[in-house]
């Protein structure tokens, strides 16, 4: 099945089969992806124009060697590679976490609101628009729940990005001096998981609702996951991507040396103009089509496989 829920009246699979499942599809997607997701990050920290005010072609390309690989800009290509990888073991923690409440928790809360709300949205949007606005209005309000796992994504950045922060300080010892710091940025984390699960979800459920005509989103074919991921992920990313940018800038900042989101709004428009809030989205859009494919192709074979495991298993006992 899609991660993104179905019906309650049709077969659906037990939350624990959603939660391995989509689990394990984070951490392939995770060891696959996160070069990319630290070369964006990079990106959209830097606050030096690459191209250029009168830079050659030589000049912007060295500079942009020293901001995608830092200390590693003069190593082999190997080394370079391997760069990418930093903040791993935060990154694994963040994305395993996020996977499972998000495409664990998002079909749980669709059926709460159809329950209670259906008609609501019914009402309000028509039959097939409501359906879509309910899957959309529940990617949204499980987005802003995300923000309880926001430690594990700002270790993750600042490893990304200031490994400096890190130096001769451990995981507990950066825990126990920063605590509540570490949500640090949560309002501006909010305000870009509204609206961009709001956009991942209901992209995702209009394109299978008004493109390929699906009443049950389960049924879904490979294709059609292909391309309604793609619409969904393409829409999220881009109404997120100037408030991720300044979450991204907060976050990346050293332990002691904070600096708000409004500071660094203001000195963004003022310093690079409003392109600065759309840095990094480029490969982050790049990386969307292979992404998604990867990630929902795996939860789809998960889920599934784990909840007919499960279900072997209970069938087993019972037999004895």
């Given amino acids: 099945m899609s991660p993104v829920g179905g019906s309650g009246k049709k077969h659906s699979e037990s ?18 992806f996160h070069p990319v997701d630290t070369v964006a990050k990079r990106l959209m920290s830097n606050t030096d124009k690459i191209f250029g005010n009168g830079q050659t072609t030589k000049q912007s390309l060295g500079k942009l060697n020293q901001v995608l690989f830092r200390e590693a800009a003069n190593k082999a290509t190997i080394g370079k590679y391997l760069s990418l990888f930093p903040g791993l073991g935060y990154a694994a923690g963040y994305k395993v976490a996020q996977r499972m409440y998000k495409f664990g928790g998002q079909p749980v809360v669709r059926d709460l609101l ?45 490893r990304q990005t200031n490994p400096e922060a890190f130096r001769g300080r451990g995981l507990f010892k950066i825990v126990a001096d920063e605590g509540m710091a570490l949500y640090r940025g949560a309002g501006w984390t909010v305000m870009r998981n509204a609206p961009g699960s709001f956009a991942l979800f209901g992209g995702s459920a209009f394109v299978k609702e008004f493109v390929f005509g699906l009443e049950d989103y389960n049924k879904a074919t490979f294709v059609q996951n292909f391309f309604a991921s793609i619409g969904g992920a393409v829409a999220s990313l881009t109404v997120s991507a100037p408030m991720d940018v300044i979450k991204t800038r907060i976050q990346a900042r050293s332990f002691d040396s904070p600096e708000s989101g409004t500071t660094i709004l203001r000195r ?28 929902f192709t795996l939860a789809q074979w998960f889920i599934p496989t784990f909840d007919r495991l499960l279900k072997g298993g209970s069938a087993a006992k019972a037999e004895q």
């Fill in 114 to 158: 159809d329950r209670h709300y259906g008609q609501s949205f019914t009402r309000t949007f028509g039959e097939r628009n409501g359906k879509a606005m309910m899957h959309a209005t529940a990617g949204s309000l499980i987005g802003i729940g995300e923000v309880a796992l926001l430690p594990l994504d700002v270790l993750k950045i600042k």
């Fill in 15 to 32: 939350g624990t089969a959603r939660l391995l499942g989509s689990g394990a599809s984070g951490i392939l997607e995770l060891f696959t």
């Fill in 268 to 295: 963004m428009v003022q310093q690079e103009g409003f392109g600065a809030f759309f840095k990094g989205l480029t490969p982050k859009i790049l990386v969307v089509g292979p992404k998604l494919v990867f990630g």
